[in-house]
């Protein structure tokens, strides 16, 4: 039995109490149980019905629910042909990388028949955050969100909202979107784009034959609410807005920022954003929609529609429906001077643990290239050419082991080397006219650390086949931006303009399009931790490394031994 929340179903939380001890005294920690059955369901969108893999039969999927502290159980059994992994999205996994998911990374995926049990405590995390499946193009379907309240007793940084209501960005595709990265892989072409946005799973009334598949917030006059927004969309940064309505961001990525007012929010594939809505005194005699539509600053194909859902107040005499639609206006398509403005908003609202100083300090470029055809036919690229994507110039390969596999129990001959470059391995002009030479190394190369290592990250765009927004997300870790720029990224003047004092803390950054964005973290949490980028087209194209982030002294700094029922390859 489920409650429905706004349009997306919540489970019933099965959980167990149970007591521990510490040195100051008793206190007592919920163990939260979930079961996901990966199955296939009939699904209706633009008056095509295609069966989906979903969990529980669920589109979106069911909410996880719990509270800082808690212990989070999740048996995953698979009931289709197709293998998965389920990655939790933004959960810090401090010493239980087993569950975080990414396939081949940190296990093998779970096959037909079988089950996984993810077991994982949440520290020191309260907000929104999600999951999804992360093997293939299989999250297109398999995604949900995660809402960690705080701790009993412990309040918001802001007042009351009067309700939350979850906000999820995804996409719709007719056709399967396993059949279109592999034939976008075979011809070395961009891969087609999805039919429609949706919210919370709806497409809403600006797609053909779906009016009737929209979502509606119905809200009560002079009350504030709490929308907690995910972007789940496969390929598709995003603006959001709501006509005629501010909103107040308090919250990114779990992490509470210093508030501040837009009347149009941008959110990159994997990022969460937390807003508040103050809803007017007076119920207004018109409804207003919500849009959101990609930011694009590529040159490949996407699909510039516009997802709508409805904002309409509660009318005694349910005479709402007949109001006029008023609607927002966002900015426009490659409004990348928006984009750099709101990312300058973002401050953390209390001074967080920033590294004064720094171990280590690498130097990713990261963007498209182009590959010679290998197939013997003419490839669909630029000039007969096939899209790659790469770090440093290594396009990632996937192994066939997972890494953390191979890692904990010394077997890496075969599966992969520790020569990530710590810099690009040849200089250019990242962000001007590219090299003749744009070919990527096939390689699956790690970058080893080691445990407290203090980190400086540069992640730096390139222009080969053009400058391109990239949405990084970081597995295992929280990081600091504390700086960003337009550009060639300068490493003698750039860092005295760093902020080491109040920067946003976040577990996905996008990088500006034709510039670079600095960032820092403390690698505390033994194990492999993949990092790529949030667009699925680059992450299959290669765009993705991983770190190795080695034991340090004692059990508490230890990756502990793999659970019983880990997958096996």
């Known amino acids: 039995m489920a409650a429905t929340l706004n349009g997306l179903l919540l489970p019933v939380l099965v959980f167990v109490l149970f007591l521990t001890h510490s040195a ?18 009939n699904v209706t969108r633009l008056c095509h019905t295609k069966s989906l893999i979903t969990v529980n039969g669920q589109f979106p999927g069911p909410a996880i629910v719990a509270r800082e502290g808690d212990r989070v159980i999740i048996k995953v059994k698979n009931h289709i042909s197709n293998n998965v992994s389920i990655h939790w999205h933004g959960i810090r996994q401090l010493r239980s990388g087993w569950a975080d998911g990414p396939a081949y990374i940190t296990q093998c995926p779970v096959q037909n028949g079988q089950s996984y049990k993810y077991k994982f405590t949440i520290t020191g995390q309260r907000g929104t955050l999600w999951w999804h499946a992360h093997i293939s193009w ?152 919500m849009y959101a539509r990609p930011y694009v600053t590529g040159s490949g194909t996407f699909d510039n529609s516009t997802v709508a859902g409805i904002l309409e107040y509660a009318f005694p005499n349910s005479t709402a429906g007949k109001f006029p639609l008023i609607k927002p206006v966002l900015p426009a398509l490659n409004d990348t001077s928006f984009a750099t403005n709101f990312s300058k908003k973002m401050r953390s609202l209390t001074p967080p643990p920033v590294p004064q100083t720094v171990d280590r300090r690498f130097l990713f470029t990261i963007g498209l290239g182009l590959n010679p055809c290998t197939t013997g036919q003419t490839c669909q690229g630029p000039n007969g050419t096939m899209f790659g994507a790469s770090i440093n110039n290594i396009s990632f390969v996937m192994p066939t082991t997972a890494l953390l596999q191979a890692h904990f129990f010394g077997r890496s001959k075969g599966v992969y080397n520790r020569t990530f470059p710590d810099n690009p391995p040849f200089l250019f002009n990242f962000t001007g006219t590219p090299p003749n030479n744009t070919r990527t190394l096939f390689d699956t190369r790690v970058k080893t650390i080691p445990f407290n290592t203090r980190v400086e990250l540069v992640l730096q765009d390139t222009s080969i086949v053009g400058p391109e927004s990239h949405p990084l997300h970081l597995h295992g870790f929280n990081f600091f931006i504390v700086g960003q720029g337009v550009g060639n990224y300068n490493a003698s003047s750039d860092p005295s303009k760093f902020n080491l004092v109040d920067p946003p803390e976040r577990n996905t950054v996008g990088v500006p399009s034709g510039g670079w964005v600095a960032l820092r973290f403390k690698a505390d949490n033994p194990g492999v931790w993949f990092m790529h980028c949030h667009l699925e087209a680059h992450t299959s194209w290669g765009l993705k490394m991983a770190w190795v982030v080695l034991n340090g002294n004692g059990k508490s700094q230890s990756l502990p031994p793999p659970p019983k029922d880990l997958p096996s390859c």
């Open 24 to 41: 100051s005294g008793k206190h007592s920690r919920l163990i939260r149980h979930y079961k996901f059955d990966i199955k296939l369901k």
């Open 138 to 289: 299989l999250r297109s379907s398999l995604y949900g969100p995660i809402i960690i309240y705080p701790k009993k007793n412990a309040s918001y940084p802001f007042p009351k909202p009067h309700q939350e209501v979850p906000i999820i960005f995804g996409e719709w595709w007719n056709a399967d979107t396993e059949t279109v990265i592999n034939q976008a892989m075979q011809n070395g072409g961009g891969p087609n784009v999805s039919d429609a946005y949706t919210i919370n799973g709806m497409p809403g009334p600006l797609y053909n034959c779906s009016a009737k598949d929209t979502f509606k917030l119905k809200v009560i006059p002079g009350k504030t609410y709490l929308l907690r927004i995910i972007n789940a969309a496969l390929n598709d940064e995003l603006f959001f807005s709501i006509a005629n309505h501010t909103m107040t961001v308090v919250e990114t990525d779990a992490v509470y920022v210093k508030p501040f007012q837009s009347n149009t929010i941008l959110i990159s594939p994997g990022q969460t954003t937390n807003v508040l809505l103050t809803t007017r005194s007076q119920p207004p005699t018109a409804r207003f929609l």
